[in-house]
């Protein structure tokens, strides 16, 4: 095998190899055995046509598997042979096929960039006392008592935490503009889960009546194309129900397992706070660390990489705000801006995964499996029919990627706290589904994991006036449901 290497600068590579024209009739021999085992051509016995007529009749399928039985095998041979790793799709091209002569090919591609990886000595963090007062304490009961309290209606105008069941329409200039209308919408008043101007004309509403209002969207509001504006909103109020909270005892603890006293509730919850506040202070340890990470370093990264992420970025662009992509200078403003984030989280990942077979971070597919099956039942969908899909295909490959994000994470947040710091001092770590009993959730929801990762969703219905707008969509939506 003959290969040279030229560099094209920037990170890209262009190799040009020969095969040995003995490899190639091998293959060709190879191909030429499976066709007189599994062809039959009327006229000849199995397996007893004249070659010549098989290779006249087949002289394409013949060079489409010899090429791709020694292609890929000698492009991994020549990567190895000149040490390169490559970080982008390879381009083929040029590639001659003659049963008669060396098989010939050119390949381009970007490769891995080189760098001197950071000590992780010179990083610091520091991880703070993990403690939980009365009022926390107290406030987490009081959601649970409010998660399990049973509603009735009232009679007299709406009050903070007061349950209201209403419709609503938003016009801009006499127009209704995507998720301005919803019916049957429910909100807890005093919850921040609406516009603070929407959950504030909710107050003093009575069941049975109508009332219309204005409201200006925030500023920093999520469907850029509503920031500033105003819209009108008419609201008709179905029913007004107030909660009746349950009391603390013998009949309340039944909903928690084996819980006798009151005080064992609170210890548990306690417990659970406990784990809750250590496991948001380790996320906002990692996050600190990939800050200094990436001041840490400077080189190129693949530019087809960025590019291929400035598409999803302008796809994404043209849902949630479609006016910028008619505006050229706006737009490569914000494009210019989003490529610097870009390059910066693709050095974090190229220094990651050096970290990673530093120290030895394996994550196994067992690990991403259970994730992805764990996720496609949080979406209710079938694991095995999902993974079939190209959206279970990225959600799988979203899976491994965040799985290898967090777990080389975990272990250099680890490294920089030093020998029993990895944990927050005075946290126990718990794994709360294995305690016994039934674990105090303050609501019904599931959990939002970690790191963005796979950050699929399936979100249906109507939309509701939330503090923040959903990427892809007008309705005020809360920041919650976004990514």
Known sequence: MNVTVEDLGNLKRKLSVEIPLSEVQAAYEEVYGQIRSNVRIKGFRPGKFPR????????????QEATRNLVPKYFDLALKEKDLSPATEPDFDNLEVDKAKPLKFDVKFEVVPKFELPPVEGFKLKAKPVKIGAKELDERIEQLRRSRATLTDKDGAAESGDTVTFDFNGTMDGTPFEGSTATGQTHELGRERLLPEFDK????????????????????????HLRGKTATFAVKVHKVQQAQLPELDAEFLKGFGELATVEELKDRVKQQLSNEETRKQRQTLMEELAEQIKGAVAFDVPEQLVGNQLHEFEHRLSHDDPEALKDEA????????????????????????????????????????QRFVMQAYMLQQNPGELVKTPFGQRLLMQTQQDLAYNKT???????????????????????????????????????EQAHAGAKASARSGAAKPRRKAAKSGAEPDDAADSD
């Open 52 to 63: 010549a007529l098989a290779e006249k009749r087949f002289k394409t399928l013949m060079e």
């Open 201 to 224: 004309q909710l107050h003093g509403v009575i069941a049975g009546t109508e009332k219309s209002f204005d409201l200006t969207f925030p500023d920093d509001y999520g469907a850029e």
């Open 409 to 447: 994470m975990e272990h250099l947040v680890d490294k920089v706290l030093g020998p029993a710091k990895g944990q927050a001092e005075g946290a126990e770590t718990v794994d709360e589904a294995g305690q016994a009993g039934q674990e105090p959730q303050a609501a019904a929801e599931p959990k």
């Open 330 to 369: 706006k737009l490569q403003t914000l494009k210019d801006a989003e490529a610097q984030k870009i390059k910066a989280n693709l050095r974090l990942q190229f220094v990651l995964d050096e970290y990673a077979r530093q120290f030895s971070v394996e994550t196994t597919q067992d690990e991403v499996q």
